[in-house]
């Protein structure tokens, strides 16, 4: 019995945002019990939402915040490859969902350190010099989609989505099981959405 080839499934995040780190630990589960491999991309909700003017000042506040991370993220994989970006990544949200630490340099410098990364990449925060690789790898996951939606993205099959949008992060079985919808969803034509309002706050266990 030869086993079967992994779907690739390319997987865009910005890490400072809730939704997107639980369905990347989802993904995780479905690597555990489908033949799945993640390919990690990064977005950015700053990049997304820095010429809207109506946005709350708390929402503006937290976009500020956003580049530092994304930044570092694209200057890892320059430098050591894409594949360096799962670790940091996990790294990076342990740090800010979990533990609820500031998305500054000792964060980021400790988060680089248990991914095995240099601290010096930290420098790349306040560094516009890896912007148009951000604002290429951002582009590349959203126009897939469309602007009107955010983080996460999910490609798979020659299909793109954003989402999904859950909470708590289904494990084992369950993860299975909505992994199998997506991609029934991925092989049906012409389907692009469904939808509820959210009427819990992201949960992380």
Known sequence: MTQQEPTQADFWFDPICPWAWIASRWMLEVEKVRPVKIVWHVMSLSVLNEDKED??????ELLATGWG???VCVAAAQAHGPEVL???YTALGTRFHHEKLPRDRAT???ALAEAGLPAGLADAMDSTEYDEA???SH???IERVGYEVGTPIISVNGMSVFGPVVSPIPRGEAAARLWDGVLL?????GF???KRSRTRDPIFD
């Open 139 to 141: 582009s590349d996951g």
């Open 192 to 194: 692009f959405e469904l």
């Open 108 to 110: 980021i410098t400790s």
């Open 134 to 136: 951000l604002r290429a």
């Open 86 to 88: 799962g670790p940091l």
């Open 55 to 60: 946005l709350p000042e708390r929402y503006r």
């Open 185 to 189: 969803i991925a092989g049906t034509d």
């Open 69 to 71: 991370p994304v930044r």
